[in-house]
Every structure is written in structure tokens, then in C-alpha cells.
């Protein structure tokens, strides 16, 4: 186990992502159109504060990290159109209300509002810019140490394999979710630069089917991926196919337990029960140390039609299409998330180092003295 502050370590190699998620384009931001990948990478701009709420309900941008520098950014839109206080608070309210789960989207406006509250009306566009931007800019650094302190668990899985490591990761927590290198992909990404082989399983994530975009990024990486059904983890498990389970989050509650995407913790359940290995990356901004554990963690019920449909590309077109599986039954349920135990994950990488699950949050938010 490999427990310690790792990210003073000096790694000569990086990943720079090959797109960038989010960019400022004079008073608009541009996305990447997620709804689109991986089959074709369409950029959006967005213009108005109706146009990031939209996206992000729409999961055009989408991961934890990425859809709170995308509010950050909205509210900046908002605020060029009407700085007043009311108009602040009706903006955060507005953009807080798009998805519940990931407490990024929270702590981004919180930073938000600590900075343009005190401020008079007429400075607060360009502060909001000046702060969406550092928030983007920070992101992308703790990226880039999650990356450093996940290193050391696959090195010390290659030196003790003659094949390559194999890794099962689920959803998309690369560079598509955040403002850097990503959360769980940016290990991966740090150990193929340093030459590590690795294989890579990735789960496919129905009913959003974000798998295929960790699929998409890792073959451009030129990382050997793996797409599997998310009911096949469990077998691959189960036969000793996989030595590291590695996810990312979007939301950790101050016990250590874990939000993730609707699936994490059937395969944590399935890891725990063979001794794989589980891991989480996240960030500071994924901690919520004002939730006690994970029972208080909203968790997001979203739309019946995303279970009735899959998107694709049909042949001979290039727009990708949702087709209709079944007609609508009486009953639908769609919950975008699921709770992970902290007793069943065997460290949390964080951009301070990888920490027992339970030590984590204190780690990165100590109590004060008292
Ligand atoms: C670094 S992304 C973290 C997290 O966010 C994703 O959720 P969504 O695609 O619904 O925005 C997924 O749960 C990732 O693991």
C-alpha cells in the first residue's frame, strides 16, 4: 500500500489533453459538445447564462470538476448582463439547481461569491472572469498531481507482473471531465508516458454511455483500451482479469464515502469481495467536508428517456442519433449516481498524496486547533 504525500515526486513526463474542454472567447465560452463524442468533436459556444444551464443539464459539458468551472464561467456571462446583487444570487441559485450530486458545482460558486460579493456591481464581471479563469487554471494543476500520486500503485503493479497492468475504470473521468489531465485517466495517462504497459478496461456506463468517451481518449492516447458491458466487470473480476479497479467521483462526504457514476459500486462491491484493489481520484473541490457520509449525498434522478433510448451512428450518417429501445413503460427509474462505502475503497488519490478513504477529507480539510 502506498500511502504518502507522492506528488513532491519530480516525474519527468506529463499528458497534455489534446482539446480543450472549456475556453473564454471574448464575452462567450466555447465547449466541447460531449453529446457528440466520440463520434464527432463539435464545439458549442455559449452565450448566456440560459445557454450553460442547458448545457449542463443536457451533459453537453459534463464531470464534476468541468461542470463547476463551466458554472463559474456562466455566472460570469450572467453577471455582463446584470451585476446586481439580486441578479448574482438569482444566477447561483439557478445554476446550483442543474445538477445536485457533484459539490464542485457548489464550491465554484461559493469561490464565486467571495469574491464578487464584496465588490461593487461594476467590477464584478471582470472579477468573475479573472476567478472562472483561475479556477480553470487550478483544475487542470490538480489533475496533473492526482496523476503524480496514482503513479506509484501502477509502477509497483509493473513490477511485479511479466504482462500489462490491467486497469478497469468506469464512466469518464479523463481529460473530457475536467480542465487538465482528469482525475481517474491521469495516472493512466502519466504511467503509458512512462513506458509502464498497460491495458486498460472500460466499462461502457449506460445509460449515458460515457465509457465510450474514456474508450475515445485512451485509443488517442494510444493507451490499449478494452470497452466492456458494464455487467461484464463483475466476471472479469471475479476471474482475476483485473489487478486495479480505478474511478473517479463527484462527490466525498468527510467519513470517506464516495459518489460516482450509476455502477461504481457494484464494482466496488465486486473488487471488495476478490481483494482488487479500488481506487478514487478527485480533487479537494470533490470533498465535501460538510456532509457527514454518503447517505447525505443528493443523488441525481434523471430523465426515464435516457434509459429508453441509446445514442449511435448509424451507418452512412454523421450525426449521431438516439434510437427509441422500448416504449415507454409505466415505470422508469435513472438514478446518475451511486454511493460507495469508504470501508470499501482501498485509497483516494488525491493532489495531495493517496489516503486511506476515512483520512482523506481530514487530510485535506484538518480540523482547526482547538
Ligand atoms: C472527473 S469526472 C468525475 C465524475 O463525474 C462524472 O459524472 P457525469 O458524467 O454525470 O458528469 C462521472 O461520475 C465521473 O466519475
Known sequence: MIFSARTDVAYTMSFTPP????RRDGNSIVIIDQTGLPWRVVERRLGTLDDVLEAIVALRVRGAPLIGVAAAHGLALALERDASDAALEDAIARLLSTRPTAVNLRLALEAQRAVLAPLPPSERPAAAWREA????????????AIGRAGLPWIEELACRLDRPVRVLTHCNAGWAATCGAGTALSPLYLAHAAGIA?????SETRPRNQGLITHWELTQ????????ADNAAGLLIAQGDIDLV???ADRIAR?????NKIGTYLKALAAHA???????????????PTCPNGAAIPIEERAADEVLTVAGLPPGTDEPVPVRLTPLPARVRNPAFDLTPARWITAILTETGAWPAPLAAAKLFPEPDR
Open 19 to 22: 482539446l480543450a474542454t472549456l
Open 133 to 144: 479563469e483561475r479556477q480553470r487554471a487550478d483544475d487542470a494543476q490538480r489533475c496533473e
Open 198 to 202: 498497460l491495458e486498460v478496461f472500460v
Open 221 to 228: 492516447a494510444g493507451v490499449p483500451a478494452t470497452l466492456i
Open 246 to 248: 480505478l474511478v473517479g
Open 255 to 259: 467519513n470517506g464515502d464516495v459518489a
Open 274 to 288: 476478490h481483494g482488487v484493489p479500488f481506487l478514487v481520484a478527485a480533487p479537494a473541490t470533490t470533498f465535501d
